[in-house]
């Protein structure tokens, strides 16, 4: 087990992340697809955090920094979710849906020309 | 003797003398307490208005007099307070506190408490109170305002206690102002009468010339006195002789026109007695104690700025027009003129505001002499008996509804026997009757002239001397017609019946303290005169002037006890002789001097005189300043407006639609013409932004792997 | 030599990355959030590997717990019966280049700058130590990184006060 | 064996297999036929706790209501509840025609594998334990936090509208009632410096069991922590989302056969080790002296004997069954929004009070 794999592994699910950000149609969905990649984005503060604990011995700071940012990023994912959750029913209330391409109130309409 | 340094120290309050500290903390509270019960009352009259409330004129007169009782038995105790601590030494005169009105000025709530100050509030508070106390019985027949009239008069009362206890000269001005459209209010009082609207509006407009006068004057010597109008700065600097006379001449002047448009002397007299327009009471308040009374007192306040003082002695000040001369004569004019007039006149009332006039003369004359005791002296006793003459003038003009011509009256005294006692008492008083008050004080007034260094004092003493004759005619004459002789008033519509109780008691009151103050000054002119030791108390003149720290020389006091007394009995004599013993020599004589009975009873001309002024001098002048304005500045502007700035206005909008508009829409054609092709790109779709944004990352990915190789990121 | 971590690394790592695709190509919307849960225990147990049990904890009892409750009722409470996952094929294809991309330069980059040493990555059996020692450095540890406590704890209640707001503000 | 090149072949085969399977196993844990042992015996005193559990809460209830329970299997019924597992393992296995298979599928299997995960770090006495982890009583709240999600993927995977609406209530109670039961403990956590339930066990030997402790706190702390247990079992008064009368059976109504079973099973799974913790962090574990330290030598002796932990721990289990079976025959349901805001506004407040409390009267403050 090296340290290449985790940052391997965070690279595909980042890229499974990215891929569902452009992809998905329903802004729930892209809300998942960023989930992945602030997991993504957790593995590799874990990995180096180990990775810097095993080889060097250095300040408390460099031992538990990767931790400390890694529980940043979950609860800025737990506020983010909850924001979410308001604004998405707050969508649904306004548009029935929440297909993100078919709600583009604030662009100029084609017969504008 | 040491109290020439005592008198002439000045201390400032709040050093630690906790008397001193607790009177003028009282001397506050005098002025503020009617002026909240005027401000109670004109409450209460606006819920009146509104149709809220009726308030029976008793509660009224109940408020308004209980205000004044509370003030005057406070100014009372602090006259005590002080005379006692003057007695006994403790106390300097002068007793100032101030409060800071203005930040970083000198211009301040001053209150000073001094001789003139703590005698002078006791007065007009005894005198207020019984006019209020009268004005209660005066008022309620038929009179529905009685709010609004109790309202007016204890703000007026309580502006001259603030007059009078102002410690600065800006304080005065306030105050000075305060009384000014108090007086208003109250002499237009009726103000559905026409006459009496125009009486308030010539007043007013009187006493703002003289007002012109103080403003300037407050200006000058605010320059010379470096910021502080405080007196006793002034006082101060002038005994260190850091300010002279001379240099105060020009200031003093207008203050002295201030003097002449309040206090009603020669050429500004003419809106004394219109003010009769207003209820009685008010004219009793306003010519004994209040209102003509300011003018003097302010007079009396910045007498050093008239006089040099060494000494004991006033001295005339080197100056090429002394303000000091100036003043006596216009006093003196104006003391003969008032009393031609008296003589002439047939209203009541007027008589008395004529009257007034005449013996405001004398005051001011006594103080352009030098003579300030003197001068305070005949205030007091004019304040006291010409109280109780208006008063017991009001109850005669209430007995018979409303008639004020003397000649349909007589016979009175039948009817209203005290009314007509006190009056007697009182117009003894004023014509000068050997050993009432106003003898005495009147003699003090001529004596200071005798005495002083005034040019011509010999004419000003003679004419002094004659005024005093004239006085006498005309007290006599007036009693004699009003309550003597045959009864000429309409007997079928008039019952005369005796005054109520309620008002013969306050002329009752004043009476006997004119009793009272004649018994005390004659104890003190005999003394003088028999060369007695009595105590201080006794020998009011002295007393005063030791306070004031000046002396009149009494040289000569005998002599003009005789002459005084010789002119009054002529007065009086002929005021018998051709009233009640030969009336045809009486008529023969007017018939005779018709012509001059024509002049005084025109006012000598001045009236129309200062009315000619206006129109063919004032007027023209104004006008000419108006036809320049809207002819010549006007002009101007509009010229620059309409050619000039529209010449300018022309030029920039042509500059603007052609140049400025033509970078602008070039450049919004211009941006327009490429957005139009560029916004095909912004399709409001977060998807495809985010696509051209993961592109551009990637894109930088490559160009880093591609050109700058292996990274140090570690 | 094929230890038992590096097995579990390998399968786990599969069940993370089918289970994150599941989240891309599921069906429904729930399905989908399912896979999500499996995800974020997949990651979870990423951080067990490298000793770090209490991130398990919290990754499990905050994202597994409370996010992914929090997201399935989004999903719930927004999605259309009828609401099935679709996509258009070009549409695909061009993101999937472009991630491609990304994918393939970062590939090259991390290969080129991540030093490859063996065994160093985790270390055993001192779990519990290093907790305590994470317990009572925390504070040490906040001090050199300014306010990082406090920040979480102003950003929930951001997150809070938006959420009521926006509910709140539908209700009109 | 020869040197064949069939045999050689084999050797590399079963070599590798040996290989293979020796990967699966830690290298501190081969050879562990101890451990092997421990397991074992672990799972059949839980099977035995489980399989008697609802048993004595059925018994118990038929009494307080009046009647025998069951009465006809085994010796005074003792065998009716294996008797109702095996009758529901052999029913058919029905599915609703427009569930969603996945959802449907594995909402089961999370329930099931994360409330038997949920029994690890529970130590039976000292050395009785399936794992003494580091995180201890949070691995136990984080596998239970998986529950909710769950429930709801259940609930909405049946497609029916009272399974749905029971999946909300379900979830919207166990994450209102979850913060302050781990907020309650939090003093205790504090006070005791370790996540273990054995450090906290022992601790309380020492120290004294925490419900009697620190001026009445700790029981405030007890009971927060008891009312919200009850709330996470979703038991009466508690059971929002399986109210009969509204709901039928919430989120489980779709549900028979084996899953059923292993629905039920996790309800006294549930119970099982919300009673645990409660008896581990609050009433002293294993132990049955709750005045800390003793002088006499023979309650101390007795208290580290593991034979008496493991009685006392059953004793007091089944003390506790006895409790929640009290209340749930007692006390009537709760609404929806009074149970969300007794939980929101009053358990919250009030658990946040007795963290500080505990931690101010332990002195940590000091």
């Not at chain 2, 005198?127 to 009685?146: C, K, N, Q, T, W």
């Not at chain 2, 007695?273 to 009793?284: C, D, I, K, L, R």
């Not at chain 2, 005084?564 to 007065?571: A, E, L, N, Q």
Request: hydrophobic share 55%.
């Amino acid at each position: 087990m090296e340290l290449e794999w985790f940052v391997y592994l965070s690279l595909i699910l980042f890229s499974i992340g990215i891929l569902g950000v452009l992809t998905q149609k329903t802004a729930i969905r892209i809300l998942f697809s960023v989930e992945l990649i602030l997991n993504s984005a957790n593995i590799n503060f874990v990995a180096f955090n180990s990775y810097l604990q095993s080889t060097t011995s250095g300040t408390v700071i460099d031992q538990y920094m990767g931790w400390v940012f890694a529980m940043v990023v979950i609860a800025l994912a737990a506020a983010e979710a909850a924001v979410g959750l308001a604004i998405f029913i707050s969508l649904y209330r306004n548009f029935r849906e929440i297909v993100v391409a078919n709600i583009y109130e604030l662009a100029e309409s084609e017969e504008d020309e | 003797m040491a109290e020439a340094e005592k008198t002439l120290e000045i201390i400032k309050a709040f050093t630690g003398d906790s008397t001193a500290d607790s009177m003028i903390l009282m001397t506050a509270a005098i002025v503020l307490i009617p002026m909240v019960a005027a401000v109670l009352l004109i409450a209460i009259r606006y819920i009146e208005v509104r149709g809220k409330l009726q308030v029976s004129p008793l509660r009224a007169a109940v408020i308004g007099n209980l205000s004044i009782l509370l003030s005057t038995g406070i100014s009372i105790t602090v006259l005590s307070m002080y005379f006692a601590n003057y007695v006994k030494g403790i106390q300097t005169p002068y007793i100032e506190a101030s409060w800071e009105f203005i930040a970083g000025t000198k211009l301040e709530w001053a209150f000073l408490i001094d001789p003139l100050s703590a005698m002078m509030g006791a007065l007009l508070g005894i005198i207020a109170l019984m006019i209020h106390f009268y004005a209660y019985d005066y008022m309620r027949h038929g009179e529905e305002e009685v709010t609004r009239f109790f309202a007016f008069l204890n703000f007026f009362t309580g502006s001259m206690w603030g007059f009078i206890y102002a410690g600065n000269l800006f304080n005065s001005l306030i105050f000075w102002e305060l009384l000014g459209v108090s007086s208003y209010f109250l002499i237009g009082y009726y103000w559905y009468k026409p006459s009496a609207s125009a009486a308030a509006m010539k007043a007013f407009l009187y006493n703002k010339v003289g007002d012109v006068g103080f403003l300037v004057g407050i200006f000058l010597t605010y320059g010379k006195t470096g910021g502080d109008l405080s007196y006793t700065h002034i006082f101060e600097l002038i005994h260190k002789g850091e300010l002279s006379a001379s240099t105060l001449a020009v200031p003093a002047i207008l203050i002295f026109l201030a003097a002449v448009g309040k206090s009603s002397q020669f050429p500004l007299f003419g809106w004394l007695p219109e003010a009769m327009e207003g209820p009685t009471p008010v004219s009793a308040l306003l010519h004994s104690s209040t209102m003509v009374k300011a003018g003097l007192l302010l007079l009396m306040r910045n007498f050093l700025m008239l006089y040099d003082v060494g000494g004991f002695e006033a001295v005339l000040p080197d100056v090429s027009i002394p303000p000091a001369a100036i003043i006596t004569w216009i006093g003196i004019l104006t003391a003969l003129l008032g009393a031609l007039m008296a003589t002439t006149s047939t209203d009541i009332k007027r008589i008395l505001a004529f009257s007034t006039i005449s013996q405001l003369g004398y005051i001011a004359s006594a103080i352009g002499a030098g003579g300030l005791s003197p001068a305070f002296f005949h205030l007091i006793s004019h304040a006291t008996f010409k109280s109780l003459l208006f008063l017991c003038a009001g109850a005669v003009i209430h007995n018979l509804h409303h008639v004020q011509d003397i000649r349909e009256m007589g016979g009175l005294y039948r009817h209203m026997k005290w009314t007509a006692i006190t009056m007697g008492i009182g117009l003894l008083a004023l014509a000068g009757f050997p050993f009432m008050s106003g003898f005495v004080s009147k003699d003090a007034v001529i004596l200071s002239i005798a005495n002083s260094d005034i040019p011509f004092k010999e004419g000003a003493q003679a004419i002094g001397l004659l005024t005093a004759a004239i006085t006498a005619f005309y007290s006599t004459r007036m009693f004699y017609v009003v309550f003597l002789g045959e009864e000429r008033y309409d007997k079928e519509k008039i019952v005369p019946h005796a005054s109520s109780k309620l008002m013969l008691f306050p002329l009752i009151t004043l009476a006997s303290l004119v009793v009272i103050e004649s018994i005390w000054f004659s104890i003190g002119l005999i003394a003088h005169l028999a060369e007695l030791e009595l105590p201080e108390i006794f020998l009011f003149e002295g007393f005063l002037g030791n306070m004031f720290g000046v002396h009149t020389p009494t040289d000569g006091a005998l002599q003009g006890i005789i002459y005084s007394t010789i002119m009054v009995f002529i007065g009086m004599g002929a005021a018998i002789y051709f009233y009640k013993i030969n009336p045809n020599a009486r008529e023969s004589i007017r018939s005779s001097l018709k012509f001059f009975e024509d002049f005084i009873n025109n006012r000598f001309g001045v009236d129309i005189a200062i009315f000619w002024f206006v129109d063919h001098v004032a007027l023209p002048i104004g006008n000419a300043f108006k036809t320049f304005d809207s002819v010549v500045v006007d002009g101007l502007v509009n010229f620059f407006g309409r050619t000039a700035s529209l010449a300018i206005a022309d030029f920039s909008d042509q500059f603007d639609q052609k140049v400025i508009d033509g970078i602008v829409n070039g450049s919004a054609y211009s941006i327009k013409y490429s957005v139009q092709r560029l916004r095909k790109l912004q399709d409001g779709i977060v998807g495809d932004y985010a696509k051209f944004m993961i592109l551009g990352i990637g894109m930088l990915l490559l160009v880093f792997n591609l050109f700058f190789g292996k990274l140090a990121l570690f | 030599m094929v230890e038992f971590f590096d097995f579990f690394f390998v399968i786990n790592a599969l069940f993370i990355v089918f289970s994150g695709l599941g989240v891309l190509f599921a069906k429904r919307v729930m399905q989908s959030a399912l896979s999500l849960i499996f995800t974020l225990v997949g990651v979870a147990n990423v951080f067990l590997l490298v000793n770090s049990e209490y991130l398990w904890v919290i990754q499990v009892s905050v994202y597994g717990g409370g996010i992914a409750v929090l997201l399935l009722f989004a999903g719930r409470l927004t999605s259309n019966e009828e609401d099935h996952f679709s996509f258009d094929r070009s549409d695909f294809l061009i993101s999937f280049l472009f991630v491609l991309l990304i994918l393939a330069n970062l590939f090259v980059f991390i290969s080129k700058s991540i030093p490859s040493q063996r065994g160093n990555i985790y270390t055993t059996d001192n779990g519990q130590l290093l907790l305590r020692q994470f317990f009572t450095n925390i504070w040490q540890a906040n001090q050199g990184l300014g306010v990082i406590l406090p920040f979480i704890a102003l950003m929930f209640l951001a997150a809070l006060l938006a959420s009521v707001k926006l509910a709140i503000k539908e209700d009109e | 064996m020869s040197d064949s090149p069939i045999s050689s072949f084999i050797q590399q085969v079963s070599d590798l297999a040996v290989q293979a399977i020796s990967s699966f196993i830690p290298k501190d844990l081969k050879g562990g036929l101890p451990l092997m042992l421990v397991t074992i015996a672990i799972g059949s005193y839980i099977m035995i706790l489980q399989l008697l559990g609802p048993f004595v809460e059925r018994k118990v209830m038929a009494r307080q209501q009046g009647r025998k329970g069951p009465y006809y299997v085994g010796f005074r019924g003792i065998l009716q509840i294996p008797a109702d597992l095996g009758k529901l393992l052999f029913k058919e296995d029905t599915r609703p025609e427009n569930a969603d298979w996945f959802g449907f599928f594995m909402s089961i299997y999370l329930i099931g594998l994360t409330s038997i995960m949920s029994f690890a770090p529970l130590p039976f006495s000292k050395a009785l334990v399936g794992g003494n982890m580091s995180i201890g009583i949070l691995y136990v709240f984080a596998i239970f936090s998986i529950f909710p999600p769950a429930m709801f993927i259940g609930g909405w995977a049946s497609n029916s509208k009272y399974a749905l609406i029971g999946g909300f209530r379900s979830a919207g109670q166990l994450l209102a009632y979850e913060i302050p039961m781990f907020l309650s403990i939090l003093g205790v956590i504090g006070v005791v410096g370790s996540f273990s339930l054995i450090d906290m066990t022992e601790y309380q030997i020492l120290n004294g069991w925490f419900m009697f402790k620190y001026w009445g706190f700790g029981l405030l702390a007890a009971l927060i922590f008891y009312v919200a247990g009850l709330a996470e079992t979703e038991r009466i008064p508690f059971d929002i989302p399986e109210a009969e009368a509204e709901l039928v059976m919430g989120p489980r109504t779709e549900f028979s056969g084996w899953r059923y079973a292993i629905i039920m099973m996790v309800e006294y799974v549930h119970l099982t080790v919300n009673s645990l913790l409660f008896i581990y962090v609050f009433f002293g574990g294993y132990d049955f002296w709750p005045f800390g330290k003793s002088n006499n030598p023979l309650i101390e002796s007795w208290r580290h004997n593991e034979l008496v932990q493991v009685a006392t721990i059953t004793i007091k289990f089944f003390l506790f069954v006895f409790f929640a079976t009290t209340v749930r025959t007692a006390f009537p349901r709760m609404r929806i929004d009074q149970l969300l805001s007794f939980g929101w506004k009053q358990l919250l407040p009030a658990s946040l009070v007795a963290m500080l409390g505990i931690l101010f009267f332990a002195g940590v403050f000091s």
